[in-house]
């Protein structure tokens, strides 16, 4: 519904002014303007620089499982994406932008193609680009160390923004067609995270699910086509009272993450009051959390380093597999995705090997809504919950003064 605001039949120059800094025509369009929905981009200042500062990640009250399936999905991004289902304000979004401080480092190409020593090793000189080929015959690095990123899928991405077109630049000073990258394939080796994946076109996700599960993919535009790599952590958030989301998707996501908001009023206080501080002076919040913050990110960069020693015996691999089976799970996608989840939290503990503790730890984020019982249940106890508080909501009125009427 939008209400219309009413004309001010008293329209001065200082209200026409005003009217042009604020550009909102309806009562709705300002409820969005003022809670930050469509906050439009920050003017940079002459020499300034835009920064963002993130809410510390180690000042979100409750919300262990959140934290912990995000954590995981940084020490090792095999446990295949994360999905946090919940409704609004519940701090999902603030959660992932406050992985910001966290992110360990990674080497990337220097290359505007994404060109990497692999691709010679794999394919020859000819596989990268031709300021590649000379630089890695006379032996310069292609690559560097560079913190991961979060990218952040607009909800109005078109196709082609997500896996790349013609690029014009390209097209026109080269002569020659190229494609173009695409936000898939800057993703690469980074987290990508979309709010509101329910609300995704189909051929949007399908092309993000698909890249993500192969870790490459193929763009053709006319007589080109290029291949790229989109190794990612893919963090999806949905509110499921605002659309369902595919089966399919469903299952290529790893953690699977119910989000309540907070239930005892001691934490809805201190969650309240750390937010005023970080509204209100967010540097000197910030820096109440930046030397735990740095050793928290010190701790995922050592868990990185050792994952690849963690193994995970047959003696406790076979009975994590009757037990997926016992629950009538049948996507393998399950176990890997429980017994990597596994190993990321015994390597967050220094540890070399996976003990049952391990996984029965992290087994209901690898485990729930894997049976398509347990989704339609849930999303039938939402419609329930709903038609419950409509119903009561008939009654919620002043009472009628019916005593009158009576004498
Ligand atoms: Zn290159």
Redesign the pocket.
Known sequence: MTISLPENPTDDEAVAKERVAHPFRTLRELVDYVSGKSLPPIEVEEGGKAESLPFPFLAIIGQQEMKLALLLGLINPNVGGILLIGPRGTAKTTAVRSLLDLLPSVER?L?????LPEDVESGGLDA??P??AAKFAEGIP?TAPDRVRLIELPLNARIEDVVGGIDERAAVTNERLRIRRGILAQADKNLLYIDEINLLSDDIVDAILDAAAAGTYTVRRGPVSATYRARFVLIGSMNPEEGRLRPQILDRFGLRIIVKGLDKPDERLEAYRRVQLYLSSPRSMIGQYSEEMIEAAKEIKSARTLLPKVIISDKIARPGISMAQKMGIDSLRAEITWFEAGRAYAAADGRTEVTFDDLRLVAPMCLRLRRSAFMSEYFMSQQNEEAEISKLLTNFAAPKKAGRRKK
């Open positions: 190409s290359c505007y193609y994404g060109c990268v680009c300021d590649c292609l």
